[in-house]
């Protein structure tokens, strides 16, 4: 069963960093796209970025370019997400989920319980 466990968030001030990670279990994570998605109250769901199997391949949604990083360690079966130059609009609930890289979207699946980053002063 895939089972997805998202971590690292918390509060920041505008122009802070935080790297989330995304630990997955439950099946051979090297085989898979993974991407970052987020949710703010009021707001569907929205991909921010994904990565490929080998990690060769990376996509970010255009408000998330220039400041986020996307990388993974198949090794650990973790992927993560460094935010850099944070913005009171990246405020949201994160997850992480299989994903095809070329739209940002999910693979059908459930999702994990996510992580809450809040950027305010």
């Known amino acids: 069963q895939l089972q997805f466990v998202e971590s690292g968030g918390g509060l920041v001030q505008p122009g802070g960093s935080l790297r989330l990670s995304c630990a997955a279990s439950g099946f051979t994570v090297d085989y898979f796209a993974i991407g970052w998605f987020r949710q703010s109250p009021g707001k569907e769901r929205e991909g921010v970025s994904c990565?490929?199997?080998?990690?060769?391949?990376?996509n970010y949604a255009d408000s998330v370019k220039g400041r986020f990083t996307i990388s993974r360690d198949n090794a650990k079966s973790t992927v993560y997400l460094q935010m850099n130059s944070l913005k009171p609009e990246d405020t949201a609930i994160y997850y992480c989920?299989?994903?095809?890289?070329?739209?940002?979207?999910?693979?059908?699946?459930?999702w994990g319980q996510g992580t809450q980053v809040t950027v305010s002063s």
């Open positions: 990565i490929s199997g080998r990690g060769s391949n990376t």
């Open positions: 989920a299989r994903a095809y890289c070329s739209t940002l979207s999910p693979v059908f699946g459930s």
